[in-house]
């Protein structure tokens, strides 16, 4: 059956066009103005066809999944919003639903599923969206909202907050997230913009897009300032900044008044507001002078909304009832309540409340048995289910809103159901709290005592919190490090807090390796861009399906759980950098030649510059640039001062890393150490040029067209456009910029632009034919491949190799005179081995060095004009 749909309401989504050429979206430095995104929308929306469909979008803070999400509105496409991550979540709404078309994310983009070539659904006319009830639990219960809801919301919350064109919100909140969602629906209603980003304000990436692009408000939910604290937010110069909005969850009052007067103090306004899905999103806003006056409250009604307070049999509190534009039309349990119309008129909230002085409503309690955590609304009720479906009987608490607390029968492994718990929940496994018991305790009744498992609540040690309390799949001992534990150890630092990044401690490619591989280990896997993730976000993984604890059920399971016995996957950035320093040594020995890894490794060097190197402000990042290349300089000119002093064929260049420079033309022996130099120069030179505030500016505004412009810039000497003198091996500034410009790489589309450079570039940069494909194929494999797979034998010897890659690098040269006349393979593997050993020596020296240079500065007194 085809039913046209209900348009009335959709003005901010099919009225783009009408605000021209003012700017949209503004998303990787670049800007989207309303005329390109309402073609992007239009394009989008013809490609779901004529007949009308039910459309299901994975979708994040990304251009191409906000067009997909626009287009479905604008089209009178029905949307069914899937929680962010994929996993079982997705995959049960998807088979319980059975959506004609799937935009599933990938790599950045929303790639288009086409799964039913005609509609095979009833959908009403009115119906517009299809968002979970209870966030990403994969819970089949969904709220129905009609076009004309959003609509009557968005305005509402545009009007109260007095939203104008030139307001420009960072999305800090995910689209797939009703608040999120609302953020985008009221700031393209009014013509505003938004800096779609899903940076952490943990990342001070993220506060240099908020000055950079005048960003004016962001969202928030409690959590959100926690981490606001860490970062030292209150410090922070942000003229452009009018307004914080916070939802999500109970505020605690003293953190209401606070932000609200540190507001009045620099500027800008807290609004407080209160909602849930049902709604559409918000129901009732605290205005902002009444905040630091009133933190317990949650304010009045949204514009067009009313409350009234129900009696609620045996409570003396009354239940908050909410009446309006935007309240749902009901709920879908199943596809067939697709067809449904509007079977609700006013909402129940489950909120006891009580109105005070000036109108304000309070809210004093639950009626019903659900606890928000970090936004998501958890019914206690599912958790009791989910563990039921794992085979446990179980009761569950609240103790907060920021904990869930349960009672297990039996004796089981509690630390692997928690994380699969807290997986399905959606939820930080430091939010899930199992306790093993004999009985669940009980009434009279029968009924769960559920304030005697509450009592069960123990405070965890915060230290102790992120242990990973499970065995890997390897079969060895569980690390009981915890995230902080490691990032002290390998960056030798005892001050570690949780919103510190292993960026922000000074963590480089060096350390990276042996960070990444005990980080997996303790958390049993590791989080892509972990290095950017505060240390109180990495924590253990869950127990998945596929996990080994858990018995094959189909032939399919039991291959993928052979294969994954036998392998594991790796960083592909490690395996590159064992792989190559096993092939440069073997080469240089004759044991076999294998030749252009080293040019690998100087792309691969340039792809963790831009991961390791680029954030902070421009003072931070200089001392940590520079003292990245001190830990290349230190233990290499050691080295290289030892083989001067005692063979003959070094010089006092090589000592001072000047040879490429100042030593004799051509290859000879004392250009072994060429790799190093030119490494350094241009570490040193990239430095120095970021450190001047244009480039700065520059590299900012056009993180991924800075690097392309400098490899533009060399590839002149490539291809003698202009002839520069270029000692050594020749102009490769331009490897290392492609490979910075790899790792910038956000989407497909930037991806495929650096693949056809290097495909135009690397080709014929050597005579040898052999040397340019194992440099190209390298190259690609970066760009393209994230991880690769690796036997699990060998996942320790690889890290090991890349740890100490440049290590061996150095001494290789050394023991190459000893060894040449011997036994190859023995050679490469004394080679190896002597560079383990140097690099295992060397970065404890180092390490000891820097805590007592540490120790001098806490030591060193201040001048008299400073003391009290």
């Known amino acids: ?336 309540d697709l067809a449904l119309g509007r079977v609700v008129t006013e909402l129940h909230t489950g909120d006891l409340a009580k109105c005070g002085p000036g109108g304000l409503y309070e809210i004093v309690g639950r009626r019903s048995r659900f606890v928000k955590i970090v936004g998501l609304r958890i019914d206690l009720g599912r958790v009791e289910r989910l563990l039921a479906d794992l085979g446990l009987t179980a009761a569950a608490a609240a103790g907060s809103d920021d904990i869930v607390v349960a009672a297990v029968e039996g004796d089981h492994d509690l630390a692997l159901v928690a994380k699969t718990l807290a997986q399905d929940l959606g939820v930080p496994r430091a939010a899930v709290q199992l306790h093993s018991v004999p009985e669940i305790p009980r009434l009279g009744s029968g009924k769960p005592d559920y304030p005697a498992v509450l009592a069960m609540y123990v405070v965890p040690d915060p230290a102790r919190q992120l242990q990973a309390s499970a065995a890997d799949a390897t079969g060895t001992e569980p690390s009981t490090d915890t995230a902080r534990e490691i990032f002290e150890d390998v960056l030798e630092r005892q001050d570690v807090n949780d919103s510190d990044t292993f960026v922000s401690l000074g963590g480089d490619s060096l350390s990276y390796v042996a960070a990444s591989v005990r980080l997996e280990r303790a958390l049993g896997y590791l989080p892509r861009g972990w290095h950017l993730m505060p240390v109180c976000e990495l924590t253990p993984a869950p127990l998945s399906a596929d996990h080994p604890s858990r018995p094959a059920t189909n032939v399919k399971e039991r291959v993928s759980k052979w294969q994954g016995r036998l392998f594991a996957r790796m960083e592909t950035g490690i395996v590159l950098r064992a792989v190559a320093i096993v092939f440069i040594v073997s080469t240089h020995f004759k044991f076999f030649s294998w030749e252009g890894t080293a040019h690998v490794l100087m792309a691969l060097a340039g792809y963790n510059f831009a991961r390791f190197q680029l954030s902070g402000a421009r003072k931070e990042r200089l001392l940590r640039q520079l003292r990245a290349v ?41 250009s072994r150490f060429w790799f190093i130099e030119v490494l350094v120069h241009t570490l040193l030179g990239l430095s120095l040029l970021l450190a001047i505030p244009a480039f700065h500016r520059a590299q900012r505004r056009w993180p991924w067209g800075f690097p392309l412009a400098l490899a533009g810039v060399d590839l002149l000497q490539r291809f003698d456009v202009i002839e520069l003198p270029y000692p050594g091996q020749g102009p490769v500034l331009w490897l290392f910029a492609l490979g910075w410009a790899a790792a910038a790489s956000s989407s497909v589309r930037q991806r495929a632009v650096v693949t056809v450079l290097a495909l135009l570039t690397i080709p014929g ?57 011997g036994d190859k393979g023995f050679a490469v593997l004394a080679s190896l081995a002597v560079g383990v050993a140097y690099w295992a020596t060397a970065t404890r020296a180092m390490a000891s060095a820097e805590r007592w240079l540490r120790g001098r500065r806490r030591r060193r007194p201040r001048s008299p004009e400073t003391v009290g």
């Open 630 to 670: 001190a830990r290349i300089v230190l233990p290499s000119v050691a080295v290289i001062a030892v083989a001067f002093a005692l063979t003959d064929d070094y010089g006092w260049q090589n000592v001072f890393l000047l040879n490429s420079l100042l030593g004799p033309q051509g290859w000879t022996d004392m």
């Open 1 to 336: 059956m085809t039913i046209q749909p209900d348009l009335a309401g959709i003005s901010f989504a099919a009225n783009l066009a009408t605000f021209g050429d003012r700017t949209a979206i503004r998303v990787n430095h670049r800007s989207v103005s309303y005329r390109e995104l309402a073609r992007r929308v239009e394009d989008m929306a013809l490609s779901f066809g004529p007949a009308r469909r039910l459309i299901a979008l994975e979708a994040e803070n990304t251009l191409s999944s906000l067009t997909v999400y626009l287009a479905a509105f604008a089209s009178g496409h029905p949307l069914l919003i899937l929680p962010t991550g994929g996993g079982h979540a997705v995959e049960a709404l998807i088979s319980a639903y059975d959506p004609d078309i799937v935009a599933r994310a990938a790599q950045g983009e929303s790639v288009l599923e086409v799964r039913h070539q005609e509609p095979r659904h009833d959908l009403h006319p009115e119906l517009a969206l299809l968002v979970s009830t209870s966030g990403s639990t994969g819970s089949p219960k969904l709220v129905r909202l009609s076009a004309a809801s959003v609509q009557a919301n968005a305005a509402a919350i545009a009007e109260y907050l007095h939203l104008r064109p030139s307001d420009t919100a960072a999305t800090t909140l995910p689209l797939s997230y009703c608040y999120g969602m609302s953020v985008v629906n009221s700031h393209l209603l009014v013509g505003a913009s938004l800096a779609l980003t899903d940076l952490s304000v943990v990342d001070p990436c993220f506060w240099d897009m908020v000055r950079s692009e005048d960003v004016t408000s962001f969202a928030a939910v409690p959590y959100t300032f926690d981490l606001l604290d860490r970062v030292g937010f209150e410090r922070m110069d942000l003229p452009s900044l009018r307004y914080i909005t916070q939802a999500g969850g109970r505020l605690a009052p003293d953190r209401v008044r606070s932000y609200a007067e540190l507001g009045q103090e620099r500027g800008w306004d807290l609004f407080v507001m209160y909602g849930q899905t049902e709604a559409t999103a918000r129901m009732a806003y605290l205005p902002p002078d009444q905040a630091a006056e009133n933190p317990h409250a949650i304010g009045v009604p949204v514009p067009g909304g009313s409350f009234r307070l129900e009696p609620v049999p045996g409570l003396d509190d009354c239940e908050l009832v909410y009446t309006g534009p935007n309240v749902m039309l009901g709920y879908a349990e199943r596809s067939e």
């Open 765 to 821: 940069s050597f005579s040898d034919e052999y040397r340019s494909a194992t440099i190209l194929v390298g190259f690609l494999i970066l760009l393209w491949i994230p991880t690769l797979p690796v036997p699990r034998g060998l996942h320790r010897i690889t890290a090991l190799l890349a740890t100490s890659s440049l290590y061996v690098y150095v001494t290789h040269w050394l023991v190459y005179p000893l060894l040449v006349d």
